[in-house]
């Protein structure tokens, strides 16, 4: 088959050649401890689900309009607007099947044939794929040799944008690197966007994931980045719908517009009984995140004392569910000995642009990550 450069010049994801090992270990009998995953290990909460039973028993199984349910736009609206973000009313929101989705729908709609995408290293995989899927090229800036901190890569990043950056990708609390920009880092990105009009997306996926105390100021209550913020979500990681598949972004109304021609030529809608199930998760389950928010809080502690304990020095996340460790030697290396040996899966941070380090992803329970450190130390891995 003659296949489109477009899908071509695309890498698979990172995590496919750890997870193929584990899950050949794993179907020679092996327990493999899996820190390799984005995904929350708790159940969707209840309340959610029901809401989804009862919508699917009220028959809410057709086709829904092409940009989202009215009482799913406004729910979000009322979150944006608790957020702070009051520029966004529902004509501003295209609900979408998963953040991913949202995020594909965007660079589809912004970027052509060599347009500057700018992101912020270390950044989540799909970004970079993303961008070349839309023909776009890539300028990077490294945060890691600032303890993954903005602030003192602004100068970099001063120094890497221009009048021909298009979009800027910010992702706080991000993954892989659970850092939580501070407002100062942010006024820095908001300055360098404003001077050269650059568009940022704010990837808030985590945003209720955050610790120690501390909120993830939203860019998009900025002075001068209403307008030129696109403001994305997904209900996976703070209510724990990886499988359902929805997400959103906020934005100018005429980039609903436009990317709604993608969306409904191409998924047409996300799922109807779902999205009556993400008012719910929207409404009612303050409680529910707070407990799993303390837990990965307690998990983060927990690996951060022990790592200590094995002399390892690991920056401490202050969001989100990953955590990146600095290994030695080639990071590809570390990964693939990892899971061999110690029979422990963690994705290397080569593919996120930061090389010398792996990610761990903290969604599994206590005794899990115990016995995960003791493996890598028994290996000689830290
Ligand atoms: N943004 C970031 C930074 C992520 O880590 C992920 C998932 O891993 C997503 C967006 C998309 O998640 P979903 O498509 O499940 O909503």
């Known amino acids: 088959m003659d296949f489109a450069e477009r899908v071509t010049r695309v890498?698979?994801?990172?995590?496919?050649?750890?997870?193929?090992?584990?899950?050949?270990?794993?179907?020679?009998?092996?327990?493999?401890?899996?820190?390799?995953?984005?995904?929350?290990?708790?159940?969707?909460?209840?309340?959610?689900?029901?809401?989804?039973?009862?919508?699917?028993?009220?028959?809410?199984?057709?086709?829904?309009?092409?940009?989202?349910?009215?009482?799913?736009?406004?729910?979000?609206?009322?979150?944006?607007?608790?957020?702070?973000?009051?520029?966004?009313?529902?004509?501003?929101?295209?609900?979408?099947?998963?953040?991913?989705?949202?995020?594909?729908?965007?660079?589809?709609?912004?970027?052509?044939?060599?347009?500057?995408?700018?992101?912020?290293?270390?950044?989540?995989?799909?970004?970079?794929?993303?961008?070349?899927?839309?023909?776009?090229?890539?300028?990077?800036?490294?945060?890691?040799?600032?303890?993954?901190?903005?602030e003192p890569a602004l100068d970099d990043l001063a120094a890497t944008v221009s009048d021909d950056t298009e979009l800027l990708v910010v992702n706080s609390p991000g993954n892989p690197h659970g850092s939580v920009y501070s407002d100062a880092a942010l006024e820095g990105v908001r300055d360098l966007a404003v001077e050269h009009d650059i568009t940022v997306i704010s990837d808030e996926i985590y945003k209720e994931i955050t610790y120690d105390g501390r909120e993830a100021t939203s860019l998009g209550t900025l002075e001068g980045m209403a307008d030129r913020t696109i403001t994305l979500n997904g209900f996976s990681k703070a209510y724990a719908m990886t499988g359902w598949r929805l997400g959103y972004f906020a934005g100018p109304e005429e980039l609903i517009e436009q990317a709604g021609k993608l969306h409904s030529h191409s998924v047409t809608c996300a799922v109807n009984f779902v999205q009556h199930a993400g008012v719910e998760a929207l409404r009612n389950t303050d409680e529910t995140i707070e407990e799993m928010r303390a837990a990965f809080e307690q998990r983060r502690d927990m690996l951060v004392d022990l790592f200590a304990e094995h002399g390892k020095d690991v920056p401490e996340p202050e969001g989100a569910f990953y955590m990146m460790l600095p290994v030695d030697g080639d990071d590809q290396d570390w990964a693939e000995k990892a899971v061999e040996e110690a029979h422990v899966a963690t994705v290397p941070g080569s593919p996120f642009g930061t090389p010398g380090y792996v990610r761990l992803s903290y969604a599994a329970s206590r005794e899990r990550l115990r016995e995960a450190v003791e493996r890598l130390a028994e290996a000689d891995l830290l």
Not at 84 to 105: I, R
Not at 113 to 134: F, H, I, Q, R, T
Request: charged fraction near 25%; include cysteine; glycine fraction near 8%.
């Open 11 to 150: 890498e698979p994801s990172a995590t496919i050649a750890i997870s193929n090992l584990a899950a050949e270990l794993e179907a020679d009998g092996v327990d493999v401890v899996d820190l390799s995953v984005g995904e929350p290990d708790f159940d969707t909460p209840e309340n959610v689900k029901n809401a989804a039973k009862e919508a699917m028993d009220a028959g809410n199984t057709g086709y829904t309009p092409s940009d989202g349910i009215p009482e799913l736009k406004d729910a979000i609206v009322e979150k944006l607007h608790a957020d702070g973000l009051t520029q966004y009313e529902s004509e501003n929101v295209l609900v979408t099947p998963g953040g991913k989705q949202a995020l594909y729908e965007v660079f589809q709609s912004l970027i052509d044939d060599g347009d500057e995408v700018c992101l912020l290293d270390p950044a989540w995989v799909s970004y970079e794929a993303m961008v070349k899927l839309a023909g776009g090229s890539l300028t990077r800036v490294d945060t890691a040799a600032h303890g993954f901190d903005l």
